[in-house]
């Protein structure tokens, strides 16, 4: 059982916008940035969103990340067929001295 | 460009010990981090450890500690995952990936190695 929870599943038609929320707490999203990985099917993860809510070169602008409080969450708008992927959000955790990851959503593009 | 390139598939039986590694280029080694995540089929990811390139400095997650080794060779800049006695539920895949931000957050992922126990 993870200790960043994520919703197992979401969908989409294309062109519309879809929400991935991560919940954690106190010593882990609420004291660290978050973290957002996708993993397209049969590849290594790779980073989406690092700190929050900043883009590495080369993702495109509808994917954006935000954090609040002890919950943070991933927005993919304009949805496209080869965003279908599991999503990972990622954080540190003080207390355990520790690398988090939520369990992951699957997103499917109908 | 950084890239981190692990060592091919594996298949052993249970009680074997293994070595996998995980080579990295394009950047400053020692300056980094590096840790190893299992995935096990159809699962998600979870975090097993890491090393301090600079110094070999290692933590582990309680799930991973005493049953895995996390090292490195800094002159080859290549870091190891092994394990003395493998079991069939080490059945997974491993990535290795760098981590930055003082060793807590991953920017760059190897592409993998799959490893197969079976008797």
């Known amino acids: 059982q993870s200790v960043l929870t994520q919703p197992p599943s979401t969908s989409g038609t294309p062109g519309q916008r879809v929400t991935i929320s991560c919940s954690g707490g106190r010593f882990d999203i609420g004291s660290n940035y978050v973290y957002w990985y996708q993993q397209l099917p049969g590849t290594a993860p790779k980073l989406l969103i690092y700190r929050n809510n900043q883009r590495p070169s080369g993702v495109p602008d509808r994917f954006s990340g935000s954090k609040s409080g002890t919950s943070a969450s991933l927005a993919i708008s304009g949805l496209r067929s080869e965003d279908e992927a599991d999503y990972y959000c990622s954080t540190w955790d003080d207390s355990l001295s520790a690398v988090l990851f939520g369990g992951g959503t699957k997103l499917t593009v109908l | 460009e950084v890239q981190l390139v692990q060592s091919g598939a594996e298949v052993k039986k249970p009680g074997e010990s293994l070595r996998i590694s995980c080579k990295g280029s394009?950047?400053?080694?020692?300056?980094?981090?590096i840790t190893w995540v299992r995935q096990m089929p159809g699962k998600g990811l979870e975090w097993m450890g890491r090393?301090?390139?600079?110094?070999?400095?290692?933590n582990y997650s309680p799930s991973f500690q005493g049953h895995v080794t996390i090292s490195a060779d800094r002159s080859i800049s290549t870091a190891y995952l092994q394990w003395s006695s493998l079991q069939a539920s080490d059945a997974a895949m491993y990535y290795c990936a760098r981590l930055w931000a003082g060793g807590t957050a991953i920017d760059y992922w190897g592409q993998g190695t799959l490893v197969t126990v079976s008797s």
């Open positions: 394009g950047y400053s080694f020692t300056n980094y981090w």
């Open positions: 090393i301090d390139l600079s110094d070999s400095y290692t």
